[in-house]
């Protein structure tokens, strides 16, 4: 009886816990026992859940509609559902949002995912200021793009990613990364008062979710996420870079100041040898057992490739990359800040991410010049990583898009919204156009045929996610 007792409340104690730095689980794949592999599931790279994306939810803060950029918010959600060439039958704004109060709109394809076995982990960053208020005093008046997502709308926006299993008895867990440039849009008072409160409520009751990157103070925001998955130990990092327009303001500090674990610009060796410093200082704050795998989620580098960039930046931003497997004994880089993939490669069994691209966003309503050489399909990434080794056994990238700000699945007869023709096209070459444009950007980003990993198209008949095409890498011994 007194052994019974003392085991409640050990329950009871673990239930307690914060979520949010040490949320500890078991794989909640069924077949995760059964397997040496470990599967983990990127959810593209940014998901800005703000402007138009914000405007499809319920709740709104007082004048959203009117935050402006190069154009007003509510201009953005005009261009989001598609006024002209569109077939008729679409819900309206006002039905998008009741669907919305359970956000099952938003993830629409995401939802109907089967994916065998299902994953052990997934992640997503999630780019925007979470808060009620839009004119806190500190309001960075200089920042020219801000994104905001209203906190009471947080819950729909993320549960129905979070409860989804893919085919599981189980949802796995999920980890929100949050250190990028537009996390603190709303100055850091929203931050500690709003922002903060509100991630640790979403984390008390959807009890899979955790967040990293972000804190009230440096070690609050170094602190992992950390799953046990089998017989694995799994820590997720996270830390934002100056190349990705995250200012040093937004740094937290060992003095109490809250905001993201920064690193500088990597753009040249001083510069990178001060990140590896810091990435190492973040991973030997919080140690972990032998039988571990370790993820590092990175905002790094520019918004479109070869744009504004040399070859001396890419070639940093490799150089980061390998230095922190080789020094921080990270086994996956996770890297993200493009609005369209990058390249990836394969450095000593482990894999790199140089961009995952977005995936949800209010981008379909508008291009701008220049930018329509760039495939801009969206990807859910699906990496086998082999549990003991941390080494990639294979990648798989789910092609997506948005279709009135809600994630739909790219298969062949899809019809996407030309903002430029202002009429829907159907392109059946776009996916594996997608497939070229990422193998050019491997080539580029790991520095040579050798190093980068490619993927090849496969069609919907053979695909191993049933509903449409996947972009697959030849598998590893």
């Not at 089967?114 to 500190?138: A, C, F, G």
């Not at 994104?147 to 796995?172: C, K, Q, V, W």
């Not at 537009?182 to 640790?200: C, F, K, N, Q, W």
């Not at 989620?297 to 040399?310: Q, R, Y």
């Amino acid at each position: 009886m007194k052994t019974l007792f003392v085991i409640i409340l050990s329950i009871i104690s673990l239930l307690s816990m914060n979520p949010t730095k040490a949320f500890i689980t078991m794989s909640n794949s069924p077949s995760s026992k059964k397997s040496k592999n470990l599967r983990v599931v990127f959810n593209g790279g940014d998901n800005m859940l703000g402007r138009a994306v914000q405007l499809s939810f319920p709740i709104q803060a007082p004048d959203e509609e009117v935050i402006t950029d190069s154009c007003p918010g509510y201009h953005y959600l005009d261009m989001c559902m598609h006024p002209s060439g569109h077939p008729g039958g679409d819900l309206s704004l006002s039905e998008i949002r009741e669907q919305n109060k359970q956000g099952n709109y938003l993830w629409k394809d995401y939802r109907k995912l089967r994916i065998d076995p299902p994953p052990d982990i997934r992640l997503l960053n999630v780019e925007s200021h979470i808060t009620r208020s839009i004119n806190k005093p500190d309001l960075p008046l200089w920042k020219g793009i801000r994104y905001h997502t209203h906190r009471d709308n947080l819950d729909t926006m993320i549960r129905p990613y979070a409860e989804t299993t893919h085919g599981g008895e189980f949802a796995s867990p999920v980890v929100l990364s949050l250190a990028n440039n537009h996390v603190i849009d709303y100055g850091r008072t929203a931050l500690d008062s709003e922002t903060l409160p509100a991630l640790e409520k979403l984390q008390s009751v959807i009890r899979n979710v955790s967040t990293v990157g972000i804190g009230r103070s440096w070690l609050d925001a170094s602190k992992p996420a950390e799953f046990k998955c089998s017989d694995t130990n799994v820590q997720v990092f996270a830390v934002s870079s100056g190349c990705s327009g995250t200012p040093t303001s937004w740094w937290a500090n060992d003095e109490g100041k809250s905001g993201l674990v920064g690193i500088p610009a990597l753009v040249s060796k001083e510069a990178i040898t001060d990140a590896v410093e810091i990435v190492k200082r973040v991973i030997d704050s919080h140690p972990c057992p032998k039988d571990k795998l370790r993820i590092l989620s990175v905002h790094m580098g520019p918004n479109w490739a070869l744009k504004g960039e040399d070859e001396m930046d890419i070639a940093c931003r490799r150089d980061f990359a390998h230095k922190v497997i080789d020094n921080c004994d990270v086994d996956i880089v996770y890297g993200h800040s493009s609005h369209h993939m990058r390249g990836m490669e394969v450095y000593k069994g482990k894999l790199i991410l140089y961009g995952t691209g977005d995936i949800i966003n209010d981008y379909e309503g508008f291009e701008n010049r220049g930018e329509d050489k760039y495939n801009r399909l969206g990807g859910i990434f699906i990496a086998d990583v082999d549990a003991s080794s941390g080494k990639l056994k294979q990648l798989q990238i789910v092609p997506m898009f948005m279709n009135r700000l809600r994630l739909e699945r790219y298969k062949k007869g899809s019809q996407i919204w030309s903002p430029n023709q202002k009429h829907l096209v159907t392109d059946d070459e776009k996916g594996k156009d997608l497939c070229t444009f990422i193998n050019e950007l491997s080539l580029i980003d790991a520095g040579s045929e050798k190093a980068a990993l490619t993927v090849k198209y496969v069609d919907e008949s053979k695909s191993s996610i049933p509903g449409g095409p996947v972009l697959q890498t030849d598998i590893f011994a």
